[in-house]
């Protein structure tokens, strides 16, 4: 059994994690969230710091915003972290890293095991094909997400420009401020959003006279809990680094 801190317990994946862990018998020992009348069956916090026990881990749901007290708090405590929020800034990113080097920080920009076998499948499709198939990414969720295009899109971008160097692979999100043609090794990354998309993921490969399509859909939030979950039973007890889902992955 796993005692959890739960932060964004109050939102619709604080919801979902909470009802995964139920069924690993796994136990939420405190919630954080900004409305404090969010409450399941454990107690919830404005604040990590109002938590008077202990934690195994902490699992962030919650907003990038909150990041920087969560990290504070996981050094403070020596308590490992799963971040699992998107749309962190550069300096966010950076804070992550630092607070690695003390603590054991887990970070995916897509908690589901499904999306990294796509980076995979990705990775070897672009180190195959090269810079002459042209990449686009075209991302769907629902309307009340806020970031876009996805963490998850930037995700599956990086890892094709790091998969193939053939090319700069320059990131355009939109085509309608300039009129010319395609440029070679452009990374293409589109969005999607409308009403209650979970998360849908397409990786097109086009070259001459064929097209490679590659794709994940995730037809419920459990996906991400789950995959939340593993990663959180992962980090229990891990040194202090920087973690990511490949880690996981390998580990099984």
């Known amino acids: 059994m796993l005692d959890i801190m739960l932060c964004g317990c109050g939102g619709r994946m604080g919801a979902a994690l909470s009802a995964a862990a139920v069924a690993a018998k796994d136990r939420i020992v405190a919630g954080v969230d900004i ?10 916090y404005t604040s990590p710091e109002e938590f008077p026990g202990h934690a195994d881990v902490i699992v962030d749901f919650s907003h990038h915003a909150a990041l920087s007290g969560l990290l504070a708090y996981a050094t403070k405590t020596g308590t490992p972290i799963v971040v699992c929020t998107t749309g962190h800034s550069e300096e966010e990113l950076a804070e ?10 887990f970070f995916s920009r897509n908690m589901s095991l499904g999306i990294n076998l796509l980076m995979a499948l990705c990775r070897k499709a672009a180190a195959t094909l090269g810079a002459d198939f042209d990449v ?8 009340q997400k806020l970031d876009a295009p996805s963490g998850t899109a930037l995700m599956l971008a990086d890892c094709i420009k790091e998969a193939d160097t053939s090319a700069a692979h320059p990131y355009v999100y939109d085509r309608t401020g300039v009129r010319r043609a ?10 999607v959003r409308g009403g209650t998309i979970v998360g849908e ?19 419920s ?23 990511n889902m490949d880690d996981v992955v390998n580990a099984l």
Do not use: Q, W
């Open 182 to 191: 395609r440029e070679r090794g452009e990374i293409g990354i589109s969005a």
């Open 96 to 105: 992550m890293k630092e607070a690695a080097a003390k603590v054991p920080v």
């Open 201 to 219: 993921h397409e990786v097109l490969f086009c070259g001459k006279d064929e097209v490679i399509t590659l794709s994940h859909s995730a037809a």
């Open 221 to 243: 939030r459990e996906v991400f809990a789950t995959g939340a979950l593993r990663a959180a039973h992962f980090m229990a007890g891990k040194p202090a680094g920087l973690y």
């Open 35 to 44: 409305n404090p009348t969010a409450a399941g069956s454990y107690p919830v």
């Open 136 to 143: 686009e990414i075209i991302e769907k969720h629902h309307n």
